[in-house]
């Protein structure tokens, strides 16, 4: 089991950035495959974007595809989601999510089984 702290959430304007870093426990993180999610207001948690183990592959939902990146240290035990062009609709608690089943990246919410306690991001029009 890994331990998730997320941080960087916060109000921002349509249109502006905001990056969000999630901190990990554990020796092992470098062999998890990580994940972002969110969820906004009387909406199912829904994939943002996810990064594999080693080669650090990514992949994005395609509502967010071309304005966030995903990255991560594993040397810092932290994975960053760079967040460019918010709109209004990106308004949600964004959680951090490994997975210490796989080392591919993963897309499905039932592939991870550590979670964070999320951050919340508002972006207002």
């Known amino acids: 089991q890994v331990q998730l702290v997320e941080s960087g959430g916060g109000l921002v304007q349509a249109g502006g950035p905001l990056r969000l870093s999630c901190a990990a426990s554990g020796r092992t993180f470098s062999v998890y495959a990580m994940g972002w999610f969110r969820q906004a207001l009387v909406k199912e948690r829904e994939f943002v974007a996810t990064?594999?183990?080693?080669?650090?592959?990514?992949n994005y939902a395609d509502s967010v595809k071309a304005r966030f990146t995903i990255s991560r240290d594993n040397a810092k035990n932290t994975v960053y989601l760079q967040m460019n062009s918010l709109k209004p609709e990106d308004t949600a608690v964004y959680y951090c999510?490994?997975?210490?089943?796989?080392?591919?990246?993963?897309?499905?919410?039932?592939?991870?089984?550590?979670w964070g306690q999320g951050t919340q991001v508002t972006v207002s029009s």
């Open positions: 990064i594999s183990a080693t080669v650090g592959r990514t």
């Open positions: 999510a490994a997975s210490s089943w796989y080392s591919t990246s993963r897309t499905s919410r039932t592939d991870y089984n550590n």
